[in-house]
């Protein structure tokens, strides 16, 4: 794994899990295994289990392993470990950018920001995808053509919860199924994950940035992408949604010159680096024309 922060320090590491993962999707033995534990069943067993009040035994161990400051987080006495997987971080430590020009970061994440070519194409970690195999919809994927991907992938330690880049309308929830790869760059030089898996998207009508494409996507072992309301007005900063338990993404789409990102998340993602950004800080703005 490749990551850089937004003050430019590196962080270059293999974590035992990431080993794992890289041997289970490039062995015969291991996709044979990955067969049974990317089936929605699995997850969904794997969210029962996390709901069950004896599930608190694992928080402790959870918390120390990845290092998470408490503190940052609302006082809680959990009665799950799905229930501390999504807990909620105090708005102090997730401050919105006034300017609703700036577009914001959805979510606590790793980024990589891609331009989708005229033919619909795009390429995240040397796998070829279409926008009509990501929505399928190839309608949908017209209204795009020519725009930016924002990719923002979250694992274990980040907060799960994501929330609104603008004011506008928001259209209903639509769901997509499919299986639970996990999200890890290991999984991705092997399965397209983003066309695999499980996701939901919506379409938000924004005040700034045209009409924006939000969408959700599950990851191994996640029980459920919950969003908070169906089509309506939303307000920016206002909390979307959240993950329960897993990794997962959340993606970002835009039409042509509607956002310029920063540069340096652009020339991140060319150099092979993830950025580490957290939710409300800037990512970029409304495109003059």
């Not at 919105?96 to 194409?121: Q, R, W």
């Not at 009508?205 to 959700?216: A, C, D, G, P, R």
């Not at 599950?218 to 338990?245: D, P, S, W």
Request: with cysteine.
């Amino acid at each position: 794994m490749k990551y850089i922060d937004r003050e430019g320090n590196v962080t270059i590491e293999e974590s035992g899990q990431d080993k794992i993962l890289y041997r289970m999707y490039n062995s015969a033995v291991g996709r044979i295994v990955l067969r049974l534990l990317i089936r929605p069943s699995v997850s969904k067993a794997a969210g029962w289990l996390l709901n069950q009040k004896c599930s608190k035994v694992l928080i402790q161990p959870f918390i120390q392993k990845n290092n998470i400051d408490m503190s940052l987080y609302e006082k809680k006495e959990y009665a799950s470990y799905n229930e501390f997987f999504t807990r909620q971080i105090r708005k102090e430590h997730r401050p919105i950018v006034e300017d609703e020009n700036v577009l914001i970061s959805p979510c606590d994440g790793k980024l990589s920001v891609y331009p989708v070519e005229e033919n619909s194409h795009f390429k995240i970690k040397n796998t070829d995808y279409t926008l009509k195999s990501l929505l399928r919809s190839g309608k949908l994927a017209q209204k795009f053509m020519g725009g930016t991907i924002c990719i923002f992938r979250l694992t274990v330690d980040d907060y799960h919860r994501f929330c609104y880049v603008d004011n506008g309308r928001k259209s209903g929830n639509y769901h997509i199924p499919g299986v639970f790869h996990t999200v890890n760059p290991a999984a991705n030089a092997v399965y397209p994950i983003y066309k695999e898996n499980t996701r939901e998207f919506s379409l938000l009508k924004s005040e700034h940035f045209k009409t924006v494409l939000m969408m959700e996507v599950g990851a191994l072992l996640v029980g459920r992408i919950v969003n908070h309301q169906e089509a309506g007005i939303v307000q920016r900063g206002t909390e979307k949604g959240m993950f329960e338990f897993g990794g997962s993404t959340v993606i970002l789409l835009f039409q042509k010159d509607a956002v310029e990102i920063e540069k340096e998340l652009l020339q991140n993602t060319e150099n092979g680096y993830e950025t580490i950004v957290k939710m409300g800080e800037p990512i970029g703005r409304k495109r003059q024309v």
